[in-house]
């Protein structure tokens, strides 16, 4: 009970000291909990700061490779992917010029450099390995031998890459070519060009591969060489500029209206060099798509193609045969004849009624052509070429 003013101000002290002692406890509990809190949290923090860390190029590179490999592409597609700016050594923040293909049968690379060298592991498939030239920014030759090691991927390359591979890996995995030379290798069809640039016989590529046409145009000017592209590209990869010091916007431009290119992808180069590319084919009256990648991007363009109609195995197993003697040549020229009727093969021109010398011996180059095509080492335009011989020459009528 208060009795006295002098109780009231003792009354008042109490309750300021329960007050402050209170709140030492309420804050002392506050901060142990805070602790306690972050201690148990700490695993429920983490996917933030992983999310905030920037990922390791080794691991972004295996990431965006398992992602590449496991889209399932039909007959008709074709998947792409752009190696990026991954260089290494001096090289390193530049655009590369490497690039990853796949179809439904084919995975092909061109220019890897050592942009994978630190994740050979993550390649499933590789059936073509494309080197234009070797210089550091689009051929290593560790990881070359790498890749090769560990796919069984066949290595085809200019001369000067060609050299340094050759005592490196197998000779049946090896092959060279040259300027001007159109090769077949595993059913897959590269015509070389000589490219403009100051190193030892460099090359410029177009693939066929699967039905789709491919453009690849190193690190080069536009040479003059390229008007003799004998048919449009569904895709040419165009360099740019930088580190180059013979690509520039213009010249990838040229590139791109002499290839006919229904979608064309600007590489090595900076990024205001590849919108300068861009700004003068939206400019242009050409109806070629620009895409922009960017690096470890995947797509998937859309690409309206003819469906041709599929050449029936029975008659590359005649071809085969003809060619190693096992059947006559009568029974060679029906499959001909049938091919050519069911508008399987297109032969430009045919005449409309061939002279009457069926007995005419078949030159031997055409039993030739015909083993090499049984067998994937020449391409169906080379072989239809052996055909229309004979045709003009009355030796098969139709």
């Known amino acids: 009970m208060i009795r006295t003013v002098k109780d009231l101000i003792y009354l008042k002290e109490d309750v300021l000291n329960l007050m402050m002692n209170t709140r030492f ?11 306690v809190m972050f201690s148990l949290a700490g695993p429920a923090f983490a996917p933030y700061h992983k999310i905030q860390t920037p990922m390791p190029v080794s691991t972004e ?16 597609k074709i998947e792409i992917m752009w190696l990026g700016n991954h260089q290494k050594g001096s090289l390193e923040g530049y655009a590369s010029a490497g690039i990853i293909v796949k179809t439904a049968n084919n995975v092909i690379l061109i220019d890897p450099a050592s942009l994978l060298s630190d994740n050979i592991d993550s390649l499933q498939k590789v059936d073509v390995v494309f080197i234009t ?19 069984g991927a066949l290595i085809v390359a200019n001369p000067a890459a060609y050299s340094i591979l050759n005592d490196k890996i197998p000779e049946n995995a090896l092959k060279e ?66 580190p180059s010091p013979t690509a520039s916007p213009s010249d990838a431009f040229e590139m791109t209206k002499t290839t006919q290119a229904s ?12 919108k300068i590319f861009r700004d003068l084919v939206e400019k242009s009256d050409l109806k070629t798509e620009v895409i922009i990648l960017k690096q470890l991007e995947k ?37 001909i004849q049938y091919m050519i009727k069911e508008n399987i093969i297109s032969i430009p021109d045919l005449p409309v009624q061939s002279s009457e010398t069926l007995g005419e ?26 055909i229309k011989y004979l045709v003009e020459q009355g030796i098969i009528r139709v």
């Open 25 to 35: 406890v309420l804050t002392s509990l506050g901060l142990i909990g805070l602790i």
């Open 61 to 76: 590179i295996s990431e965006s490779l398992a992602s590449f490999y496991s889209i399932d592409v039909s007959q008709e």
């Open 133 to 151: 030239h070797d210089h550091g920014d689009h051929f290593n030759a560790d990881s070359t031998v790498a890749i090769q090691q560990k796919t």
């Open 177 to 242: 070519i040259l300027p001007n030379e159109k090769k077949t290798f595993l059913g897959i069809t590269v015509d070389a060009f000589l490219a403009e640039h100051p190193v030892e016989e460099p090359l410029l590529y177009v693939i066929e591969i699967d039905g789709f046409r491919i453009f690849h145009g190193s690190d080069s000017a536009f040479v003059e060489d390229l008007t003799r592209i004998e048919s449009p590209v569904d895709i040419a990869f165009v360099p740019t500029g930088d």
């Open 263 to 274: 979608i064309v992808v600007p590489m090595h180069g900076s990024l205001e060099q590849m």
């Open 299 to 335: 797509i998937i363009p859309l690409i309206e193609k003819v469906k041709e109609p599929k050449i029936p195995e029975w008659i590359r197993n005649n071809a085969k045969w003809w060619s190693e003697g096992n059947i006559g040549d009568s029974d060679f020229t029906g499959g």
């Open 361 to 386: 011996k078949i030159p031997n180059w055409v039993r030739n052509n015909a083993g090499w095509w049984a067998n994937g080492l020449i391409s169906d335009d080379d072989f239809v070429s052996g």
